[in-house]
């Protein structure tokens, strides 16, 4: 059965005023998939499917619901259309409550190459009322070609993204904008939680800052170092890994899991750098000593269990990111961060990371 999220009439109409700044006629329509999908970990049947839940039997049915959202893929094409349009065949939109904004989990988040860099053009997000209906991402641009990236949405689960361009117009696909393929595991924060569009989730903005190709599985809240998720990256083609392992597990779990699950995905890729992420700081932690004994004792854990990993296995790091904004008001909820964190979070582990690689030849 398909859910869907209800909205105040005052968000729904503004998402139909959105629908309706039309641009010239557009008839004619690209698969998604039939152009170039980035950051993608491995091929599946769905090509907006993360892992193949068929081939993959272990998980929970939220975390086989989570793989198949498309949060971290990416479509790149070049156009000379003046109007860019998206029409979904929703397998669902997110069906729980949360601080995350419509356009992140269920919408489309545009960038367009200026100057040679990244730069941020339009989002959009159809209204769970109408998701069927075909949606104006943006129109009246200026004439010539347009290197585009448009992101997946974060919380959603798509069978088909038609992109629709003017009538006569050229859309073709772009090479990948991204080089290698890095892997990274994570939690909420890495599924992009909090974010208001997709394109600010933290591997995304690390992406365009460094031209790595990040392949995100994140699992929202599902994070805790299980063999299932080792053996799907033990079968991945990647050159290295990154992990936010720390911020779903508790203490014991840190601790009767970290050390098999490296040896499970270190056992496949000998030889590549796997860098752990502590977690980051949580904010709802600041007057409730219940949350602040906590965490700080899963943080402890971490810290120990990866000095002793470090000396232990060769090629594992441990890195700390940070996403913390002065006077702690940076979150969104509590745990979250805001856009301006996850920023702040791309920005902390862009050199340690890429030191990291170059050590391997990843540049």
């Keep these: 059965m398909k859910k869907y999220c209800v909205l105040p009439t005052a968000v729904l109409f503004a998402l139909c005023s959105l629908n309706a700044e039309a641009g010239p006629s557009v008839r004619q329509y690209t698969e998604a998939a039939d152009l170039t999908i980035t950051g993608k970990l491995m091929d599946t049947p769905n090509p907006y499917h993360r892992i193949d839940t068929v081939a993959y039997r272990d998980f929970t049915p939220a975390e086989n619901k989570l793989v198949r959202e498309s949060s971290g893929l990416a479509v790149a094409f070049a156009t000379d259309s003046r109007t860019i349009t998206v029409t979904t065949d929703f397998g669902y939109f997110i069906d729980f409550p949360g601080a995350t904004a419509l356009f992140a989990t269920a919408g489309y988040d545009l960038y367009i190459k200026k100057g040679g860099r990244w730069v941020w053009a339009a989002a959009r997000a159809v209204s769970p009322l109408h998701k069927d209906e ?52 994570g939690s909420s924060y890495t599924h992009g939680t909090g974010t208001s569009r997709a394109g600010l989730a933290y591997p995304a903005q690390f992406s365009r800052l460094t031209g790595i190709q990040l392949l995100s599985i994140a699992v929202s809240g599902n994070c805790k170092l299980q063999q299932s998720f080792a053996k799907v990256l033990a079968d991945a083609e990647v ?67 990866m000095k002793i990993a470090c000396r232990r296995y060769k090629d594992v790091y ?21 856009d301006y964190g996850y920023t702040l979070w791309a920005e902390s582990i862009r050199k340690p990371v890429m030191k990291i690689l170059r050590r391997y030849g990843i540049r």
Aim: aromatic share 10%.
């Design 134 to 185: 075909e949606l104006t991402l943006i129109s009246d641009m200026a004439e010539g070609v347009k290197e585009c990236l448009m992101y997946l949405p974060l919380f959603s689960e798509e069978h088909s993204i038609k992109i629709g361009t003017d009538s006569g117009s050229m859309i073709e696909a772009s090479p990948d904008p991204f080089r290698h393929r890095v892997g990274i595991f």
């Design 318 to 338: 441990y890195i700390s990111p940070d996403a913390e904004v002065p006077h702690h008001d940076g979150s969104v909820d509590g745990v979250h961060p805001t």
């Design 239 to 305: 050159d290295a890994l990154i992990f936010d392992a720390f911020s779903n597990p508790n203490g014991e779990m840190i601790r009767d899991r970290l050390f098999p699950f490296i040896e499970t995905v270190q056992a496949a890729h000998p030889g590549i750098p796997l860098i752990f992420q502590r977690t980051i700081r949580r904010e709802g932690r600041n007057f409730q000593p219940q949350k602040e004994a906590y965490e700080s004792y899963k943080i402890a854990v971490a810290d120990s269990m």
